[in-house]
């Protein structure tokens, strides 16, 4: 992802920002990493990458989120609770291949590429947003076939 692009530091930080004040108290942990195949820590300069633990899970009584964003507007959004994992991305180098650029990873399958519900061309503010409103749809009906599901997202 990124295809070649820097990393947006300033993107994940308003990422993390939207989680925090739609989640509020489910936001349980904010970390970051700092560097390539690093560990998650406290803020220590420029994330390349934020994990957010949040509650409650879609199954669990918890999970997180891993964010990702790159100075070309491609962006990772990868949620894992014990037993579950699913992604948001956009990835631009994806043009050129069968894949949507804008895509989605399902729980079933984590290698798929199906087209995302979320519209394009958004802020990292509205995209968070989105990605929110899919994962809460999954905790609400405690069943993550509802995810990607959604209409009239940003």
């Not at 970051?32 to 509650?55: D, L, S």
């Not at 579950?84 to 956009?90: C, K, S, V, W, Y």
């Amino acid at each position: 992802m990124g295809n070649g692009s820097a990393i947006d530091a300033e993107s994940i930080d308003a990422s993390v920002r939207v989680m925090q004040k739609q989640l509020d108290k489910g936001v349980h942990k904010v970390q970051y990493k700092h560097t390539q195949g690093g560990q998650f820590e406290q803020r220590n300069g420029r994330p390349r990458e934020a994990r957010i633990t949040v509650t409650p899970g879609i199954h669990q009584v918890g999970g997180y989120f891993d964010i990702q964003w790159w100075e070309n507007g491609d962006y990772k959004y990868h949620y894992r609770e014990q037993g579950l994992e699913f992604r948001f991305g956009r990835e631009e180098s994806n043009q050129s291949t069968e894949m949507p650029v804008r895509h989605f990873h399902p729980p079933d399958d984590v290698t798929k590429h199906l087209p995302s519900c979320i519209g394009g061309g958004h802020p990292p503010e509205r995209v968070t947003l989105a990605v929110i409103a899919t994962w809460w749809a999954a905790v609400k009906a405690g069943d993550e076939s509802v995810l990607n599901t959604q209409d009239g997202l940003p």
